[in-house]
C-alpha cells in the first residue's frame, strides 16, 4: 500500500464514530487506571471490584477497546490499539504497582487476550468475505453459463444452418446447379420472397445476373448488366458492406423502375467473396415491409461467404477440367513418347506416340513394367535416375537410354523424367522420351567420317612433313652448300656480288629453318618415334623461344603409351590450346598438366592471360570466329571424351580435356 492509500485510510478512520468512540473508551480508562495519582478518587473497597484487586479491573477493562478496534477496523487497528493499551499499564505496573512482576503478568495478559480475540475475529472475517466472494463468483458462473447456454443455442442454431448450407453447396461443382441451389437454400434460411445472385464480370465490369429466385423472367433480363456503383447491388460491389433498404420502391438510390413493378419494398444486399476479391452480390428482398436484424444479416454474410467460396471452386473446378482436357488432347496426340509409371515400375497410362516405339498397343502397355524394356545395364540408370528424384534431385539435362523393342531391336532415348507427386507424396515418375536412334547413328556416321578425315589428315601431315623434310629442305641446304662454294671459287667476283650471294645463302638458310619448323608442326617425327610425353615437352619448349614466356609441363599418375590415334588427337589439341595463349591470350605463363588414371587421361592447359567472355554452349564457338576451341572439341569428342573452357576477362582461361584409355 502507497504512502497516499494510507493517508486516505487513516483519513477515513479519523472519521469513523467508532475511532472516537475507541479513542474515548481508552480515555476515560487511563483516567480511572490512575485516578489516585490524579486526585479524582481514593482506593475503593476490594469488594467493588469483582473480587480483583482495582487495578487488575482496569487493565482489564483495556480488553473493550481492543477487542472493539480490532472488531471494528480489523487485525491492524485492534493491534495497535493493544500497544496503546500496553503504554497505559507499564507506567503503574513498572512504577507504582507495589507488586510490579504480576502487574505486569496482567499487563501481558491483557494484551496476548486482546490480540487472540482480534486474531480470531480476522479469522472469522475473513471466512465470512471469502464465503462472501464465493458466492458472488458463485453468481457470476451462474449468469455467465446461463449467457453460454443462450450463445451456445444461438451458436448451434446457427451453425446448423451453416452446415446444411455447406454441405449443400458441397454436393457438385457444376455451377449453375450450385447458384440454383444455394438460392433454394438462401429463401428457405432468410424466409424471404426474392433471392438473387450476381457475378461480377471483371473483363467489362458489370455485375451479370447469374440466378435468380422469385421474380420473373422479364425482372431478370432487365437486371442483367449492372454497371459498378449503379443501383443497389453496384454501390454494394464497390463498397464490399452490406446494404439495408426498408422501401426499394422509394428509395432515391434506385436505378431500374422494374423493381417498382415488382413491388419490392425490403431488401438487403450482401458482397460476395472469393480469395479476398468481391466477385459479386447476394441480395434477398420481400415483397412486404421487413427489418433485418444485425443476426440475419451476419448470418446471410457467412452464407455468402460460403457461395462465394463454392462459386470460386465450381470456377476453378472448369478450368481444371478444360486444362486437363487439353493436357489429355496434347499427351495423346505428341509426337514423343510420354508415360506415366508408379513406384514400383508398373506402367499406369501412356500415349500412341509409345506404343509406335515400342511396338506395344496401349492397352498392353498399361499391362507391362519398364523392366519389359531395358537391359540390366540400362536398368542400373533407370534406377540411378530414380534415387535422384526420389532425394529432390532434378535432372537438368535429356539423359541417353536404350530400349529394347517388341521386334527385339534396338531404340536410343533422350529421355526427360520427373516426379509425380500426390499430397507432396511421390506416387509415380512421368517420361517424355524422344527417338534419337536415326540421329544417333547419323551422329555415329559423321564421327565415323571424321575420324577417317582427321585420320586422312594426319596421314597427308605426315606425308608432307616428310617430303619437306626428305626433298625441299635437302634442295635448300644443296642450293646453300652451291652458293657457298660458288662465292668461294669465284675470287673476281666483286664485293657486290659477294655480299649478294651471301645475302641468298643467309636467305636459303632461313627458308630451309623456317621449313623444318613448319614441318615438325605438320607432323612432329618424336610423336611418332617417343610418344606423346616427350612431344609435349619438345612443344613447351617451343613455345618459351617462340613466344617468350614461362611454360612448365607437369606430369601425375602412371605414364603410358596411348594408341597412335589418341596421343595425335591429345597433341593438336593442346597444341592448339599453347598456340592460342601465345598468340592470343596475351599471359606471361602457361601450364601443361597431364594427369594419368586407371580408366582415363586428362590434361589441363592453364594461363594467366587476358581471358574472354564464354558463349552459352561450346556449339556456338565457331559462329563467334574461335574455330581452333571448336577443332579442340570436336577431337575431344573423336578420343570419347569432352572439352570444357573456363574463362572470365582478366582472369585466364583453362582448358580441360577429358578422354577415356
Given at each position: 500500500m502507497t504512502l497516499a492509500e494510507k493517508a486516505i485510510q487513516a483519513k477515513r478512520v479519523a472519521q469513523n464514530v467508532h475511532f472516537w468512540l475507541i479513542l474515548a473508551m481508552l480515555v476515560a480508562i487511563s483516567i480511572l487506571h490512575y485516578a489516585e495519582q490524579l486526585g479524582i478518587i481514593g482506593t475503593l473497597s476490594p469488594s467493588l471490584h469483582f473480587g480483583l484487586s482495582r487495578h487488575a479491573l482496569d487493565r482489564t477493562l483495556l480488553l473493550v477497546p481492543i477487542i472493539y478496534a480490532g472488531f471494528t477496523f480489523r487485525l491492524g487497528a485492534g493491534l495497535i490499539t493493544g500497544f496503546i493499551a500496553l503504554l497505559i499499564m507499564l507506567p503503574r505496573a513498572l512504577f507504582i504497582s507495589p507488586v510490579p512482576l504480576d502487574a505486569l503478568l496482567e499487563s501481558g495478559g491483557v494484551l496476548v487476550t486482546g490480540a487472540l480475540a482480534c486474531f480470531w475475529f480476522e479469522s472469522r472475517l475473513k471466512a465470512r468475505e471469502q464465503r462472501r466472494q464465493a458466492t458472488i463468483e458463485l453468481e457470476t458462473t451462474q449468469q455467465e453459463l446461463q449467457s453460454y447456454i443462450r450463445l451456445s443455442r444461438s451458436n448451434e442454431k446457427r451453425l446448423a444452418t451453416l452446415n446444411a448450407v455447406s454441405n449443400m453447396l458441397s454436393r457438385s461443382f457444376e455451377l449453375e446447379e450450385v447458384l440454383h441451389s444455394a438460392l433454394d437454400m438462401v429463401v428457405e434460411v432468410m424466409e424471404t420472397e426474392v433471392a438473387l445472385i450476381f457475378f461480377l464480370d471483371e473483363e467489362t465490369q458489370e455485375l451479370r445476373l447469374?440466378?435468380?429466385?422469385?421474380?420473373?423472367?422479364?425482372?431478370?433480363?432487365?437486371?442483367?448488366?449492372?454497371?459498378?456503383?449503379?443501383?443497389?447491388?453496384?454501390?454494394?460491389?464497390?463498397?464490399?458492406?452490406?446494404?439495408?433498404?426498408?422501401?426499394?420502391?422509394?428509395?432515391?438510390?434506385?436505378?431500374?423502375?422494374?423493381?417498382?413493378?415488382?413491388?419490392?419494398?425490403?431488401?438487403?444486399?450482401?458482397?460476395?467473396?472469393?480469395?479476398?476479391?468481391?466477385?459479386?452480390?447476394?441480395?434477398?428482398?420481400?415483397?412486404?415491409?421487413?427489418?433485418?436484424?444485425?443476426?440475419?444479416?451476419?448470418?446471410?454474410?457467412?452464407?455468402?461467404?460460403?457461395?462465394?467460396?463454392?462459386?470460386?471452386?465450381a470456377r476453378f473446378y472448369r478450368e481444371q477440367q478444360r486444362t486437363a482436357q487439353q493436357y489429355q488432347d496434347i499427351f495423346k496426340n505428341a509426337s514423343d513418347a510420354i508415360w506415366v509409371q508408379d513406384l514400383e515400375g508398373n506402367i499406369l497410362t501412356a500415349n500412341k506416340a509409345t506404343a509406335k516405339l515400342t511396338g506395344y498397343s496401349m492397352e498392353e502397355l498399361t499391362h507391362m513394367t519398364v523392366t519389359r524394356f531395358l537391359t540390366e545395364q540400362e536398368l542400373d540408370l533407370a534406377r540411378e535416375v530414380r534415387s535422384k528424384l526420389l532425394r529432390g534431385e532434378s535432372i537438368d539435362?535429356?539423359?541417353?537410354?536404350?530400349?529394347?523393342k517388341r521386334d527385339g531391336t534396338e531404340a536410343f532415348l533422350k529421355l526427360t523424367s520427373s516426379l509425380v507427386l500426390s499430397n507432396a507424396q511421390p506416387v509415380g515418375f512421368q517420361h517424355v522420351a524422344r527417338d534419337v536412334t536415326e540421329e544417333r547413328r547419323m551422329q555415329e556416321n559423321l564421327r565415323f567420317y571424321l575420324q577417317q578425315v582427321t585420320r586422312a589428315q594426319e596421314e597427308e601431315r605426315?606425308?608432307?612433313?616428310?617430303?619437306?623434310?626428305?626433298?625441299?629442305?635437302?634442295?635448300?641446304?644443296?642450293?646453300?652448300?652451291?652458293?657457298?662454294?660458288?662465292?668461294?671459287?669465284?675470287?673476281?667476283?666483286?664485293?657486290?656480288?659477294?655480299?649478294?650471294?651471301?645475302?641468298?645463302?643467309?636467305?636459303?638458310?632461313?627458308?630451309?629453318?623456317?621449313?623444318?619448323?613448319f614441318s615438325q608442326d605438320l607432323r612432329l617425327p618424336v610423336l611418332d618415334d617417343l610418344g606423346l610425353l616427350p612431344a609435349l615437352e619438345w612443344l613447351i619448349g617451343n613455345a618459351k623461344k617462340a613466344y617468350g614466356m614461362k611454360a612448365e609441363l607437369r606430369l601425375t599418375g602412371t605414364q603410358r603409351r596411348l594408341s597412335s590415334e589418341a596421343e595425335i588427337l591429345i597433341f593438336r589439341i593442346v597444341q592448339e590450346a599453347v598456340n592460342n595463349v601465345g598468340r592470343h591470350a596475351e599471359a606471361s605463363y602457361v601450364e601443361v598438366t597431364v594427369e594419368f588414371y586407371e580408366d582415363k587421361i586428362v590434361v589441363t592447359v592453364r594461363d594467366n592471360g587476358k581471358g574472354f567472355e564464354l558463349p552459352r554452349t561450346l556449339g556456338e564457338l565457331a559462329r563467334i570466329g574461335k574455330l581452333g576451341l571448336a577443332g579442340m572439341e570436336e577431337r575431344a569428342r573423336l578420343l570419347g571424351g569432352n572439352l570444357r573452357v573456363q574463362s572470365e576477362p582478366g582472369k585466364g582461361t583453362t582448358v580441360v580435356t577429358s578422354a577415356p584409355v
Open positions: 447469374m440466378a435468380y429466385e422469385g421474380v420473373s423472367d422479364k425482372f431478370a433480363r432487365s437486371m442483367d448488366r449492372v454497371k459498378l456503383g449503379e443501383g443497389f447491388n453496384g454501390r454494394v460491389a464497390v463498397s464490399g458492406q452490406p446494404l439495408i433498404v426498408e422501401n426499394a420502391s422509394r428509395d432515391s438510390r434506385l436505378t431500374r423502375q422494374v423493381v417498382k413493378q415488382e413491388k419490392i419494398e425490403a431488401l438487403l444486399v450482401i458482397p460476395l467473396r472469393a480469395t479476398g476479391s468481391i466477385i459479386g452480390t447476394l441480395c434477398v428482398a420481400n415483397r412486404r415491409p421487413r427489418q433485418f436484424l444485425a443476426e440475419e444479416i451476419e448470418l446471410l454474410t457467412i452464407i455468402g461467404g460460403q457461395i462465394g467460396i463454392t462459386i470460386e471452386n539435362e535429356p539423359y541417353e537410354q536404350r530400349l529394347i605426315k606425308r608432307i612433313a616428310r617430303e619437306l623434310h626428305d626433298e625441299t629442305t635437302q634442295s635448300l641446304v644443296a642450293i646453300s652448300h652451291q652458293l657457298e662454294n660458288f662465292a668461294s671459287h669465284n675470287r673476281h667476283l666483286s664485293a657486290h656480288d659477294i655480299q649478294l650471294l651471301d645475302n641468298l645463302s643467309e636467305q636459303v638458310k632461313n627458308a630451309s629453318h623456317g621449313l623444318r619448323h
